[in-house]
């Protein structure tokens, strides 16, 4: 496509000009650019992780993180999280982690807050796609800002 030369003597574009370039743009910017903007999504070849939020009695995987904390002092982060969530709340953040062929479930974190959930999934690595950890974490802090406001919790479907 080659660079887009302006002369100027001031740093601008005038209107007049400005369809030129839209229509410059269209024609050659997703060429140039190698995908569609809208439909930047690569599929993490390690696996696919689900969100959701819990009643506390469905739990599975909690009962053994916190005994952890029978032993260790919470982690700062966490505590300070702790004190946004409703006394009461009796919910809990889970994160499963499925084949990525949709196969069964290989591992599962369950926490009170999303920093807990994704320190668990951090500590271990099993996340390696930048993008993907991103949606996750974003995914994560959702999920606990349901648990906040008692409202229901969805994950987006990407």
């Known amino acids: 496509m080659g660079p887009l030369t302006m002369i100027t003597h001031s740093a601008h574009m005038y209107g007049d000009d400005l369809a030129l370039v839209e229509n410059l743009l269209m024609d050659h910017y997703e060429k140039e650019l ?3 903007p809208a439909v930047h999504f690569d599929f993490d070849k390690r696996a696919n992780m689900v969100v959701e939020v819990i009643p506390i009695t469905e739990a599975k995987a909690w009962s053994a993180w916190s005994k952890r904390y029978e032993k260790q002092a919470i982690p700062m982060a966490v505590m300070v999280e702790l004190k946004r969530m409703p006394k009461k709340a009796q919910r809990l953040i889970r994160c499963t982690l499925y084949e990525p062929n949709g196969g069964p479930a290989l591992k599962m974190w369950e926490g009170r807050t ?7 999934i951090t500590d271990w690595g099993y996340l390696k796609d930048a993008g993907h950890a991103m949606y996750v974490g974003t995914e994560l802090q959702r999920a606990e800002e349901a648990i906040v406001t008692g409202r229901e919790y969805s994950q987006d479907p990407a």
């Open 114 to 120: 999303a920093q807990e959930v994704a320190w668990q």
């Open 34 to 36: 190698g995908y569609t």
